[in-house]
Nanobody, 123 residues
């Protein structure tokens, strides 16, 4: 059973940056694809980015491409989401998720989820 714990959320001003971390335990981290999602109040959970177990393979939603960067450190069993040029519409609870094998674009593709971390962008 894989357990995921996110950290790094907080309050940031428009144009600022944050780096989220997702620490994994209980599984073979290097064999899992890692995804990042967010959910704002009253909205569905939205795919942001994913990284396959092959570190060179990354995927992004159009809304964050060029501003967000996903990465992983298999030695530390940790995935990251670097978020730059933040906007008020980026305000949401951010989740990391894991699945064996290749990535998927939807929440239903992932087996394990963290508890979420709040990101608030103030204008």
């Amino acid at each position: 059973q894989v357990q995921l714990v996110e950290s790094g959320g907080g309050l940031v001003q428009v144009g600022g940056s944050l780096r989220l971390s997702c620490a994994a335990s209980g599984g073979t981290f290097s064999s899992y694809a890692m995804g990042w999602f967010r959910q704002a109040p009253g909205k569905e959970r939205e795919f942001l980015a994913a990284i396959n177990w092959r570190v060179s393979s990354t995927y992004y939603a159009a809304s964050v491409k060029g501003r967000f960067t996903v990465s992983r450190d298999n030695a530390k069993s940790t995935a990251y989401l670097q978020m730059n040029s933040l906007r008020p519409e980026d305000t949401a609870v951010y989740y990391c998720a894991a699945r064996p094998g290749g990535w998927g674009p939807g929440p239903q593709n992932y087996d394990y989820w963290g508890q979420g971390t709040q990101v608030t962008v103030s204008s």
